[in-house]
Each structure stands twice: as C-alpha cells, then as structure tokens.
C-alpha cells in the first residue's frame, strides 16, 4: 500500500525512535529514509516536538483500538492478557522495542510537553490491564486474592523488561518467559476431580 507523505515520514519516524531512540536521530535521517528533501520534512512537521507530539497522539488512537479489538475478539482473562502480551512482539523482528518503552528510557531528552503524554500512555496499559484482571478475579479465572492494580504493574514491568532483555540478546522468547510465569501465578487452579471409586469387588 503507498503512503502519503505525511503517512511515510510518521511510519518511519516511528521506525527510527523504536530502534535508534529519540534523539539519536534527526530530520536529514528521516528525509533519507523517506527518500525526499529535509526541506519536505519541515513542511509536514515544523519542528521534531511537532512530529513527536504528533506521532504518539495517533499511535495511542491505534493503541486504544487494538486494546478494545482484544476485548471483543477474546473471551476471557487468560486469552485477553496473553493477546496483550503479543502487542510487545509487534516489530520485534525489526529490531524495533515497543514505543511506549523507547519513550521512558529517553524521557529526560523529550521535550517538556511530552512527558505528560508519556505518563498517560503507561496509565492507558495500567487501566486496561487492571480492568480484565477484576473481571477475571470476578469471574474465578484468576485468584480472588490478587490486587488488579498491583498485578497490572507487575505485568506490564514483566512485558518491558522482558523486551528489553529479549532485544538485547535477540532472543523473542524471552519477551514473553517471564510474563507467563507471572500470569501462572495468578490464574485460579482448576478445581480438583474427585476420585473415583473402584467397583472392584473384594474376594
């Protein structure tokens, strides 16, 4: 599918920040990734807080739908954390970590009007996950005596570090290693069956 212009430079600025990270890269970067003149870039994004603020605003639109998507496609706790957990695997052959991650590792080089929104998106994983945890706790899916907004960081800080060990050592199944002990932890056993009686008859 081609892209607009606008499109192509959001697509591969994102590409760039996933990779290389914020400030490690600039305009004449992304023009040669895109393939036009750095003079093209200005006229789409004035400035790179322009392009930034711009770039995570319409991935958390994409992000919030992917989240509801997993609520309507998947019944059930287990199903909607483990389809979660795959949203960190996104781009991971690429070489890219999750935005949310490459964001925070560089929050002291974003520009101030960033930070809050950095802040939001970690809160938009933290309300999702807190949420399917109480309706699993509330439906014996998971063990009654959790704390969901506990849990939910626990999972998320599993999920991000485990990407971040996973990219290093290029090893994808290390991304989700950690996160599915942790959600063993937490997921009810199954009620044990009763024994069954022998209808032998004694001698």
């Not at 991650?101 to 999702?128: K, N, T, Y």
Request: charged share 25%; net charge positive; hydrophobic share 45%.
């Amino acid at each position: 599918m081609n892209l607009d212009t606008r499109s192509l430079l959001l697509q591969e600025a994102e590409f760039l920040i996933r990779t290389r990270g914020y400030s490690a890269f600039s305009f004449a970067d992304l023009a040669e990734r895109a393939k036009i003149r750095k003079a093209s870039v200005h006229h789409y994004f004035p400035t790179k807080e322009d392009l930034i603020v711009i770039l995570v605003r319409e991935y958390l639109v994409r992000f919030r739908a992917a989240l509801e998507d997993i609520r309507q496609r998947r019944a059930g706790a287990g199903e909607r954390l483990r389809a979660y957990a795959q949203l960190f695997l996104v781009g991971f052959e690429k070489g890219m970590l999750p935005l949310c991650g490459a964001l925070s590792a560089e929050r002291a080089a974003l520009p101030e009007s960033m930070r809050p929104m950095v802040e939001a998106f970690f809160q938009i994983h933290l309300d999702w996950l807190a949420g399917v945890l109480r309706e699993g706790r509330a439906a014996g899916a998971l063990r009654p005596d959790i704390s969901p907004d506990r849990v939910a960081l626990l999972l998320l800080s599993t999920l991000e570090g485990g990407t971040f060990v996973g990219w290093a050592m290029e090893r994808k199944a290390l991304v989700l290693g950690a996160f599915e002990a942790a959600l063993g932890e937490i997921e009810a056993s199954p009620p044990a069956q009763p024994k069954r009686r022998s209808t032998r008859m004694k001698a």
